[in-house]
C-alpha cells in the first residue's frame, strides 16, 4: 500500500452509475473511495482491485433490479456477506459491483414444529441460533467466523465448524433456497423436504462460491438442543500422539458431536490473549464434547478420558459447568484471531484427509516446516480430519514470503497424496485456483465449467473464483476401484456400484459400523431389498423405509465415480468428511437416478452402529382419537435421537389387523435404565396403557425380530412404497402425517413417513412413489421454481446424446 | 520540522502500523459495532475504518485526504465494543486516538463532514451543570406542553416530523430524567411492584443532610458529575445517602468540575486537558488522604480513568463500588428486571458482573439478559446530536431489544443511556420505565429498613 490510490478511470458509463443510485437510494448506493477501498478485501488479505461502486439493496425487489442491470451493462457482480471468507471469494476485480446483503437480515418465525425457519442471506449464522433459542433449537453449523459470518456466505461456502462432526456442514441443513440467477430470474429449489429425489440443485448451489446464483432466501434446518453436555479438554506432550487419540477415538465406535484440537503455537496465542491458565508447554490440547441424557455424556466422557489417556494425554479435564465449557470453547473459536498476535502474515490452510492419514500428515508438516525455515501453527477439526495450517512469515520480507507460499504448498501436496482434498470449509475462491487442478480431473473440471457456463454463460456472477483457467493442466482421473475396500482407519467403504448393499452393510456391522442408511434389516423385498446394490443407493437417495437409519445416501456418501451418456469416466469428491473444493457434483448427482450419469463406484462414510434397539408393542385402539398420542410421541421420539440411530414408529391401524398397535424402535447405546425411562414416558403419552410386549435386541438382530412375524408382514413386504413429507409453511396442516393413512412408518432420521397408500397423501403433504411391485421408479418432476432449461442444458452436458434414461418431463418441450 | 518531531512522527507512525498488523481482518467485530448494524455499511465497522486508516498513514503529508475517510472516523461512536469483542486484541480506540492527532490537520479541509443538529453553541455548554439544569427545566416544560397537546403518543407523531423539529425532539427527548423526589421514587416502584412501601417512608435513608460523621468504611471522594448533578439530582443524593448507609467516609471536593468526556467527543481536546487539570487539583487533596474517587456516571469514571496511571487506579465506578460494600440487606422487590450496560463500563472499564452482582442480590428480583447486550445505545454523548439518524435507529433497536427480554423495568448506570433508551421506549413501549441502577438499589435497601 503506498498512499491513497488515485481514483480508477471505470468502464462503465456514468449512466450505468446513476441508473444503480436510481435504484438502490441513499443507503443503498456507495461509489466513494472510501467504501470501495473497504469492500476490495475480505478476510482473506488477498486484494483484487477496487470495486466500482458497492450495492447495499435493502430488499429482494431491489437485488434482483441491480443483478438485471449489471446483466444488461455487462458487469460482474460479486456477491459479499460480510466479508468474513478465507479464500477470497468476495473480492471483487476492479470493474464489478459489489452487492452486500447486510440489509437483506428478516426472520421469519420459527417453525418449531417442523424444526425449521425461513431467513434472508444477509441474517447472521449467530442471529439464527439467537433467533430459535426459545425454541430449544439451534442452528448446527458453527464456523469460527460465526458471530459475524451471514447464512449467504455460509450456503455460498457450505460453511462447517466443529459440531459438523455430527451434524454435517451447511448443505445438511438447507432445505430449500430461493436464489436469483445471471438474469435476475428468480427460482426455487427443493420442496423444503427432509428427503428429495432428482437432480439436487441444493447441493449444487451450496458451495458454489457465488458463482452460479444469488440466494434471497433460505428455509433452514434447525437441530434440537441436547439435553446435557458434557465437554473434556485434553493435553498431549506430543502432536503426534494427539492425532492418533482422534483416530483411535472414534474408532472405538464413541460419537463425540466434536473433536477439536489446538497445536503449542496457537495454544500459547490464547492463553496469551485470554489468559485461560492452560499449560503452554504441551504439544496440543484437544476438546472432545459428546452430548446426550446426562447420565449418558458422563458414561461417554469417563470412556473418552480413559481411552485419550491411553493415548498419552498428560491431562484430561471436564468442564465443570456451562460457563467453563463456554470458556474452553472460546479457547477454540477465537483461535484464529488470536493467531494475529503472533504474526504479520500467514497463509491461512484448510486442507483435509481420510481421518487415519491425520498422524501421517501431522509429521509430514513437521518436515516441510523445517525444510523450508517457517513456522506452522496449526488449528484442527480434528474429528474430520480437516486442518488449519497457518504458515507464518513477515509480507515485508520477500525471501520469508515465498518460503511462505512454497511450504503452503508442499502441505497441499503431501495432503492430496494421502487421498485428501485442499479446501473442506473455506472454498477455493482466488487463493487455491492454482491447487485445484492437482485434486480434480479433466472430465469433471469440464463438466464443472459446463455448468458455470449454463447458469451464468456471459460470466457476470463472481467471475475468476473457483473455476482455474483454460491453461490449467489437470490431473489423470483416479482409478475405478475393483473390489469393495473397507478403510477402518478412515471410517470408510469404497465399493463399486454393483456390490450388494447388504453384504457390505453386514461386514461393517462385525466390526460395530454401518453406511447408517438402514438398509440393513430389508431382507424381504420393501425397497432396494436384500437386491439393492451401492449404484442403487447412490441412485435413488434410500433404500426403502429405513429402520433405525440417520440419514440418506447423500449425507454419507463422500466419492463418486461415475460416467456420463458419452461414456467418459470422471471421479468426483474424495474420501474425506467435508469437501468444498469445486462444485459438489457428488451430492448433487445422488439420488438422481441414472438419468445425468451411471454411477461406477463410491465411497460412504462408516458410523457406528447403536448397541442395541429397544423394542415397545403398544395396543391402538380408536386409533382416530388418538391421532393427537401419536403425534406427541412422534415428538418425543425425535428428541430421543441420540445420532447412533433413528427411532421408527410403525403404526398399523387397518381394517385387516385384528389387533390395532403401534411398534416404536428405539435404537441407542445399551443402558437399561435409559430404556425403562423410555417405556414409562411413552407409556406415560400413550394414556397410560402399558406395551403389550417389551424387549431389548441386540441390533445385529433386530432385523430378525422384524422379518421374524413380531409385527404384521406387510410393514416389510410390501411390493409398493410411498415416501411422503410435509412441506413447509402449511400453518393450518400441523399432523405429522395425513390422517386418513392408517398403516405407515414414521422415521426420525430422515423425517419421513412411509406408506405403501399414496393416495392417503393429501394437502401440505408431498408423496413420491419409490416403488411399485418391487421396481425402484424414478424421482418425479421437480418442484415448481426449479428452472427445467438449466436441467435440460445439464442433461445435454452429461448426455448429449440421450444413451441414458429420460424421464418424460425432462424431454426438451421443443424436440 | 524540527528533526526531533520528524523522529517522533515516524516512530509514532510505525507503532501505529505495528497495531494495525494486529488486525487479521477476520471480522469478528462487525456484529458488535453499532454504526456497522445500523447502517450494514463495512465503512461504518471497526475493520473498515482500520483500512482506511492504513490507508492514510503514510500519506498524513499529502493534500488530500478524502473526507469521507475522515467521516467514517468521526462516525465511530467510541463505545469500544471492538476492542472487547477482538481475538488479536487491536486497541482500537488508541489507533483511532493517534489517527485524529495525526489528521486533525486536515480535518478543516475535509468535506462532507456532517453539521451538528444541534447549534455548536449549544454543544459546548452541554458540560455546564447551570446550562444543563437550564435545558432539563425547558425539556421537561416541552415535554409536558407536546402531552397536553398531542396526548400520551407525542412522541410518536413527532418520530417522524421533518429534519429540524426532528432533531430538536430527539434533543428535548433524550434528556434524562430520574425521580426528583424519594416519595416520587417510591411511588412509582411501589406500584410496578403491586406493593406498598414496607420501609418508613421518608426513614434514615432519606437524609437530606450530608452526614460528615466518619464511618468505619473507606475514605470516598465524591465526583458529581455535570449531567448527575444537574438532571439526576435525586439520584446522586440517594447514592451519597447509600454510601453513608454502608459506612463511607464521604467528601466532596468543591472546586471539581466536568470530567472532560463531553469536552473530547466536541473535539475540544484544550478544554478537557484544562478541565482535567482542574480535576486533578480538586481531588488531589482526598488522593493524598487515601480516598477513592467514586463516580456515579459510567461516562465519567471512564473518562477520569483516562487521567492517567495514577489517577486509573484511585477511580471506581459507582456499581463497583456498591457491589463491594457491605449494604444494609435489601428488600423484597418482585420485578423482573434488565440491566443496560453503558459501552463505558462494559468496554471502556470491563465492567460486566458487578451490575448484575447488585441486581442478583435483591430478593424477589429476577434479572434477565437481553439480546446483542455488548452493542451500544446510539447516545454516545454529544455523538447522538451529530448523527441524528443513526443514532435514532439504534435508540429503536435497544429498545425493541430490551422490550423483547420481557422485563418489568430497565435500568442502567449512565445519564447519556438513561436519556437515549427512555426517548426510544417512549416510542415503542410508553409503559416500561427505565431509572438509574442506584435509585433501584436505594429502594431496595429501603424495602429492607
Known amino acids: 500500500m503506498s498512499g491513497i490510490a488515485p481514483d480508477q478511470e471505470s468502464g462503465s458509463s456514468p449512466a450505468f452509475l446513476a441508473e444503480l443510485q436510481e435504484i438502490l437510494g441513499v443507503r443503498g448506493f456507495h461509489a466513494d473511495e472510501a467504501i470501495r477501498l473497504v469492500y476490495s478485501r475480505d478476510a482473506s488479505h488477498l486484494t483484487g482491485g477496487r470495486p466500482l461502486a458497492v450495492a447495499l439493496p435493502a430488499d429482494e425487489a431491489q437485488l434482483r433490479r441491480v443483478i438485471r442491470l449489471c446483466r444488461k451493462a455487462e458487469v460482474p457482480v460479486v456477491c459479499r456477506g460480510t466479508g468474513t471468507g478465507l479464500s477470497g471469494g ?65 450456503i455460498a461456502e457450505n460453511a462447517g465448524g466443529p459440531h459438523c462432526l455430527r451434524h454435517g456442514v451447511t448443505l445438511q441443513h438447507l432445505l430449500h433456497l430461493e436464489w436469483l440467477d445471471a438474469d435476475g430470474r428468480l427460482h426455487r429449489t427443493g420442496r423444503g423436504l427432509a428427503v428429495e429425489r432428482g437432480l439436487d440443485l441444493l447441493s449444487l448451489l451450496c458451495g458454489s462460491e457465488g458463482t452460479l446464483g444469488l440466494v434471497t432466501a433460505a428455509d433452514l434446518r434447525l437441530v434440537a438442543d ?175 514470503t515465498r518460503r511462505a507460499h512454497a511450504a503452503a504448498d508442499d502441505i497441499i501436496r503431501a495432503t492430496l497424496a494421502r487421498g485428501g482434498s485442499i479446501t473442506g470449509e473455506h472454498g477455493v475462491g482466488i487463493e487455491k485456483l492454482h491447487a485445484l487442478p492437482w485434486q480434480i480431473d479433466g472430465e469433471t473440471a469440464r463438466l464443472q465449467r459446463g455448468i458455470k457456463d449454463i447458469f451464468d454463460p456471459r460470466e457476470i456472477l463472481n467471475p475468476g473464483k473457483l473455476h482455474p483457467g483454460a491453461e490449467a493442466t489437470f490431473r489423470p482421473v483416479e482409478p475405478l476401484p475393483a473390489e469393495t475396500v473397507f478403510q477402518w482407519a478412515n471410517l470408510t467403504v469404497t465399493a463399486p456400484a454393483d456390490t450388494p448393499l447388504a453384504g457390505i452393510q453386514e461386514a461393517a456391522l462385525a466390526k460395530g459400523f454401518w453406511i447408517p442408511v438402514g438398509a440393513v434389516f430389508h431382507s424381504s423385498g420393501c425397497g432396494l431389498g436384500s437386491a439393492g446394490t451401492v449404484g442403487d443407493l447412490v441412485a435413488h437417495l434410500v433404500a426403502g423405509p429405513s429402520f433405525c437409519g440417520t440419514g440418506t445416501a447423500r449425507q454419507f456418501l463422500l466419492e463418486l465415480w461415475a460416467e456420463t451418456g458419452a461414456g467418459r469416466l470422471f471421479h468426483a469428491g474424495a474420501p474425506v468428511f467435508k469437501n468444498v473444493a469445486g462444485y459438489d457434483l457428488v451430492h448433487m448427482l445422488c439420488g438422481s437416478g441414472r438419468v445425468w450419469a451411471q454411477p461406477l463406484a463410491a465411497t ?212 | 520540522m524540527p528533526d526531533a518531531q520528524v523522529t ?42 482500520l483500512l482506511l486508516l492504513g490507508e492514510m498513514l503514510p500519506s498524513t503529508e499529502a493534500v488530500s485526504v478524502p473526507g469521507v475517510f475522515l467521516q467514517a472516523f468521526d462516525q465511530c461512536i467510541g463505545c469500544r465494543a471492538c476492542e472487547t469483542a477482538c481475538p488479536s486484541g487491536v486497541p482500537f480506540s488508541l489507533l483511532e486516538y493517534g489517527q485524529q492527532r495525526a489528521v486533525g490537520l486536515l480535518t478543516d479541509r475535509a468535506d462532507g463532514l456532517p453539521r451538528p443538529a444541534v447549534p455548536g453553541s449549544v454543544l459546548r455548554r452541554l458540560d455546564r451543570t447551570g446550562f444543563l439544569g437550564f435545558m432539563s427545566g425547558v425539556a421537561g416544560l416541552a415535554r409536558g406542553l407536546l402531552a397536553a397537546l398531542a396526548g400520551r403518543t407525542w412522541r410518536h407523531r413527532l418520530a417522524g416530523s421533518p429534519a429540524g423539529a426532528g432533531q430538536l425532539v430527539r434533543l428535548l427527548g433524550s434528556m434524562p430524567t430520574s425521580p426528583r423526589t424519594d416519595g416520587e421514587l417510591l411511588r412509582m416502584l411501589d406500584g410496578l411492584s403491586g406493593g406498598k412501601s414496607g420501609g418508613k417512608s421518608g426513614g434514615e435513608l432519606q437524609g437530606e443532610g450530608r452526614s460528615l460523621q466518619p464511618g468505619p468504611g473507606p475514605r470516598i471522594a465524591f465526583f458529581r458529575g455535570c449531567a448527575n448533578a444537574a438532571l439526576l439530582p435525586g439520584t446522586s ?123 442478583q442480590a435483591i430478593p424477589g428480583l429476577e434479572l434477565v439478559e437481553p439480546v446483542e447486550a455488548e452493542v451500544c445505545c446510539g447516545s454516545g454523548g454529544a455523538w447522538g ?29 449512565n445519564p447519556g443511556c438513561l436519556g437515549q433508551i427512555a426517548d426510544a421506549l417512549l416510542l415503542d413501549a410508553p409503559d416500561l420505565p427505565i431509572l438509574p441502577l442506584t435509585d433501584l438499589i436505594w429502594y431496595a435497601v429501603q424495602k429492607g429498613m
Open chain 1, 90 to 154: 468476495a473480492v471483487p476485480g476492479p470493474d464489478a459491483v459489489v452487492v452486500g446483503t447486510s440489509r437483506l437480515t428478516d426472520l421469519d418465525p420459527v417453525d418449531s414444529y417442523g424444526g425449521r425457519v425461513r431467513v434472508q442471506p444477509g441474517v447472521l449464522n449467530d442471529g439464527v441460533t439467537r433467533h430459535a433459542a426459545g425454541h430449544g433449537l439451534h442452528f448446527a453449523p458453527d464456523p469460527s467466523s460465526q458471530a459475524a459470518s451471514s447464512i449467504g456466505g455460509n
Open chain 1, 226 to 400: 441436547p439435553a446435557d453436555v458434557s465437554t473434556l479438554l485434553a493435553f498431549f506432550p506430543d502432536l503426534e500422539d494427539a492425532a492418533r487419540a482422534v483416530v483411535g477415538l472414534l474408532g472405538e465406535g464413541l460419537a463425540p458431536v466434536a473433536v477439536e484440537m489446538v497445536d503449542q503455537a496457537v495454544l500459547a496465542a490464547v492463553e496469551e490473549a485470554f489468559g485461560f491458565g492452560f499449560p503452554t508447554d504441551v504439544e496440543a490440547a484437544m476438546i472432545v464434547e459428546f452430548v446426550g441424557r446426562p447420565q449418558e455424556t458422563v458414561e461417554d466422557g469417563d470412556r473418552a478420558a480413559a481411552l485419550l489417556a491411553g493415548h498419552g494425554a498428560s491431562d484430561v479435564r471436564r468442564a465443570a459447568d456451562e460457563a467453563e465449557r463456554l470458556e474452553l470453547w472460546k479457547c477454540r473459536k477465537k483461535a484464529f484471531g488470536a493467531v494475529g498476535r503472533l504474526t504479520p502474515s500467514y497463509v491461512t490452510m484448510d486442507v483435509v484427509v481420510p481421518l487415519g492419514e491425520l498422524p501421517g500428515l501431522v509429521r509430514e508438516i513437521q518436515v516441510i516446516k523445517a525444510g523450508h525455515g517457517v513456522d506452522v501453527i496449526t488449528a484442527f477439526h480434528a474429528g474430520d480430519g480437516n486442518l488449519h495450517p497457518g504458515v507464518c512469515y513477515d509480507d515485508r520480507d520477500p525471501d520469508q
Open chain 1, 604 to 815: 460412504f462414510q462408516l458410523r457406528p452402529v447403536p448397541e442395541s434397539v429397544g423394542c415397545w408393542r403398544f395396543p391402538l385402539a380408536d386409533r382416530k382419537r388418538r391421532e393427537p398420542d401419536l403425534d406427541r410421541l412422534a415428538r418425543y421420539l425425535a428428541t430421543r435421537d441420540d445420532g447412533l440411530g433413528g427411532p421408527v414408529m410403525i403404526v398399523d391401524a387397518s381394517t385387516e389387523n385384528p389387533e390395532p398397535e403401534v411398534v416404536v424402535l428405539l435404537p441407542g447405546r445399551s443402558r437399561p435404565w435409559d430404556l425403562d425411562q423410555a417405556g414409562k414416558d411413552m407409556e406415560a403419552i400413550l394414556g397410560g396403557s402399558p406395551p403389550a410386549s417389551h424387549l431389548e435386541l441386540d441390533f445385529g438382530r433386530a432385523g430378525e425380530f422384524l422379518d421374524s412375524g413380531l409385527i404384521p408382514d406387510w410393514a416389510l413386504s410390501s411390493p409398493d412404497w410411498t415416501f411422503l413429507a410435509r412441506l413447509p409453511g402449511e400453518d393450518g396442516d400441523r399432523k405429522m402425517w395425513p390422517a386418513n393413512i392408517d398403516r405407515w412408518i414414521w422415521q426420525s432420521a430422515p423425517r419421513l413417513v412411509w406408506s405403501p397408500d399414496p393416495a392417503g397423501s393429501s394437502a401440505g403433504w408431498h408423496a413420491d412413489r419409490f416403488c411399485k411391485d418391487g421396481h425402484i421408479l424414478p424421482a418425479c418432476a421437480p418442484a415448481p421454481g426449479v428452472p427445467l432449461d438449466f436441467l435440460r442444458d445439464m442433461k445435454a452436458l452429461f448426455d448429449p446424446s440421450g444413451a441414458l434414461e429420460t424421464p418424460p418431463w425432462l424431454e426438451d418441450e421443443n424436440a
Open chain 2, 8 to 49: 517522533a512522527t515516524v516512530s509514532a507512525e510505525r507503532q501505529l502500523d505495528n497495531l494495525l498488523r494486529q488486525c487479521v481482518q477476520c471480522g469478528l467485530c462487525l456484529p458488535h459495532c453499532a454504526t456497522w448494524l445500523a447502517t450494514g455499511n463495512e465503512v461504518q465497522s471497526p475493520r473498515g475504518r
Open chain 2, 237 to 359: 443524593r440517594r447514592l451519597h445517602d447509600l454510601l453513608v448507609e454502608a459506612g463511607c467516609r464521604i467528601e466532596e471536593p468543591v472546586t471539581q468540575d466536568c470530567c472532560g468526556a463531553l469536552a473530547a467527543h466536541t473535539g475540544r481536546p484544550g478544554r478537557a486537558a484544562d478541565l482535567r487539570g482542574r480535576n486533578r487539583e480538586a481531588f488531589s487533596g482526598a488522593l493524598a488522604a487515601g480516598a477513592v474517587i467514586v463516580a456515579e456516571a459510567a461516562g465519567c469514571s471512564h473518562e477520569l480513568g483516562q487521567y492517567g496511571e495514577d489517577f486509573q487506579e484511585k477511580v471506581i465506578d459507582a456499581t463497583v463500588l456498591l457491589a463491594g460494600l457491605d449494604l444494609p440487606p435489601a428488600g423484597r422487590v418482585p420485578l423482573r428486571v434488565v440491566y443496560h450496560d453503558p459501552c463505558h463500563a462494559r468496554h471502556g472499564q470491563g465492567i460486566v458482573t458487578e451490575p448484575r452482582q447488585l441486581l
Open chain 2, 385 to 413: 446530536l451529530r448523527y441524528p439518524e443513526i443514532s435514532a435507529d439504534l435508540g429503536r433497536r435497544k429498545a425493541a431489544n430490551l422490550i423483547a427480554a420481557g422485563a418489568d423495568l430497565v435500568v442502567t448506570s
